[in-house]
C-alpha cells in the first residue's frame, strides 16, 4: 500500500471558518473524511503546525520510509529558507500544493521557496489541489 502524508502549514487548522471566499468552507477533517474514503487503497496521514520547526521535523521523519509527501507549507512557502532546504535534503518526493491561486494575490505570495525543490506545484484548485497531488502519486 502506498503510504502518503498531508503537511500542512500555519493557519491551515482554521480551513472552514479562515476566509471562506478564498479558501472555503470545508473543514480539512471533513474533506480529509471523503478522501480516505475516495481512496482507499492509499495510506494518507495527516499533520498539521503552526511551527516552522515541527514542520521541518516532520519532512525529516517521514522522508526517508513514505511514498510521497503533499505539502502546503502556507505562509512559510514564502518566507522559509529552511523548510526549501528540508525538501532537497530528503528523498521522499514532495508535490507542493496552494488552495488558492497565490499568483493571482499579493506580490508577496509569488516567491516559493519550495517550488525549485518539489517534484511538481499544483495550485488554485481549492480542495481539490491536494486531490490532484494524490492522483499524482497513484
Ligand atoms: C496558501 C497560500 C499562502 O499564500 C497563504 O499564506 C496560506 C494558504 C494556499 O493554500 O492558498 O496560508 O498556501
Redesign the pocket.
Request: aromatic share 4%; proline share 5%; hydrophobic share 40%.
Given at each position: 500500500m502506498k503510504k502518503l502524508i498531508i503537511i500542512n502549514?500555519?493557519?491551515?487548522n482554521l480551513l472552514g471558518k479562515r476566509e471562506p471566499n478564498?479558501?472555503g468552507s470545508l473543514t480539512f477533517t471533513e474533506f480529509l473524511e471523503e478522501i480516505t474514503a475516495k481512496y482507499p487503497d492509499i495510506d494518507i496521514a495527516y499533520f498539521q503546525s503552526n511551527i516552522e520547526g515541527e514542520l521541518i521535523d516532520k519532512l525529516h521523519e517521514v522522508g526517508f520510509s513514505y511514498d510521497g509527501v503533499i505539502l502546503?507549507?502556507?505562509?512559510y512557502?514564502?518566507t522559509s529558507v529552511g523548510i526549501g532546504d528540508a525538501v532537497s535534503a530528503i528523498e521522499t518526493p514532495v508535490i507542493e500544493?496552494?488552495?488558492?491561486n497565490?499568483y493571482s494575490?499579493e506580490e508577496f505570495?509569488h516567491r516559493s521557496y519550495i517550488s525549485a525543490n518539489a517534484k511538481g506545484v499544483i495550485?488554485g484548485f481549492g480542495l481539490q489541489s491536494y486531490e490532484l497531488a494524490i492522483q499524482s502519486f497513484l
Open positions: 502549514g500555519p493557519n491551515l478564498i479558501y502546503n507549507a502556507a505562509a512557502t514564502h500544493v496552494h488552495i488558492s497565490t494575490r505570495r495550485l
